[in-house]
C-alpha cells in the first residue's frame, strides 16, 4: 500500500539558510501533520492542515511556515535556520474522520 | 492538557522473554492511545491503538496492550521478543474531540539481546 512520502530524505543547510521540506500523504488523505523529533527526544507537533486550511498548531516557531495545497501535499518552509533546528521532520496523514495518523519516513535536517 | 509518561528509557531483555513496556497518561477528556515503533533511521509505525471497545487491543509483530482507564494505563507487551523487535517504542494520545495533536512520550528503548 502507498505510504506518507517526504523529500528530501536529507538536507545539510548552512545557519541562517532557508530550507523547504515536502510530504505527500497517503492517497485519499485530505489531513496533514507535521512534527519535529529532536535527538533523543519525543516527536513534538508543529502543526496541521485539514482541507488546505490550517487546522491545528502547536510548538511551531515563527521562523517556520506551511502550507497545503490543492492536491493535499504540503510544504513547511523554515527560515533564518539555526543550530537547533537540526531534527528529524515527520509528516504524518489522516483521512478526516479516522483517528489515526500515518506518519512518512522523515527529512533529517543538519544544519552546520 | 494530555501527558505521557514512560517510566523506563532502556528495557534490556534476552531473545524469547517477554517485555511489558509502561506507559501511564495524564488527561483531563476522553482520550485516543496509541503505540509506534520507530526502528534505527526509520520513521514511526503504527503499532496498535485503542479508540473504544475492547479494553485488549492487539496489534502487529504480536504486541498487544491492555487500557486500564481506572490506572490511566496503557502498557505494551509481547510474551515472546525476537531480535528484530529492538527499536523505540513510543506511547501516544490524544483527545477524542480534536485528534490533531498526538502527545507522544519520551519513549522507550528496547533492546533484545540474544
Known amino acids: 500500500a502507498a505510504g506518507v512520502i517526504q523529500s528530501p530524505r536529507h538536507l545539510i543547510k548552512e545557519k541562517r539558510e532557508t530550507a523547504t521540506l515536502k510530504c505527500y500523504p497517503i492517497p485519499r488523505h485530505d489531513t496533514v501533520y507535521w512534527y519535529q523529533q529532536g535527538p533523543g527526544q519525543d516527536p513534538q507537533f508543529l502543526i496541521s492542515f485539514y482541507e488546505k486550511m490550517q487546522s491545528d498548531k502547536g510548538s511551531i516557531p515563527d521562523r517556520f511556515s506551511a502550507q497545503q495545497f490543492s492536491d493535499y501535499h504540503s510544504e513547511l518552509n523554515m527560515s533564518s535556520l539555526e543550530l537547533g533546528d537540526s531534527a528529524l521532520y515527520f509528516c504524518?496523514?489522516?483521512?478526516?474522520?479516522?483517528?489515526?495518523?500515518?506518519f512518512g519516513p522523515g527529512t533529517r535536517l543538519t544544519v552546520l | 492538557a494530555q501527558s505521557v509518561t514512560q517510566l523506563d528509557s532502556q528495557v534490556p531483555v534476552f531473545e524469547e522473554a517477554p517485555v511489558e513496556l509502561r506507559c501511564n497518561y495524564s488527561s483531563s477528556v476522553s482520550v485516543y492511545l496509541f503505540w509506534y515503533v520507530q526502528y534505527p533511521n526509520q520513521g514511526l509505525q503504527l503499532l496498535l491503538k485503542y479508540l473504544s471497545g475492547s479494553t485488549l487491543v492487539k496489534g502487529i509483530n504480536g504486541f498487544e496492550a491492555e487500557f486500564n482507564k481506572s490506572q490511566t494505563s496503557f502498557h505494551l507487551r509481547k510474551p515472546s521478543v525476537h531480535i528484530s523487535d529492538t527499536a523505540e517504542y513510543f506511547c501516544?494520545?490524544?483527545?477524542?474531540?480534536?485528534?490533531?495533536?498526538?502527545?507522544f512520550g519520551t519513549g522507550t528503548r528496547l533492546q533484545v539481546f540474544p
Open positions: 504524518a496523514s489522516s483521512l478526516a474522520g479516522i483517528d489515526t495518523q500515518y
Open positions: 501516544a494520545v490524544s483527545d477524542r474531540h480534536n485528534t490533531d495533536k498526538l502527545i
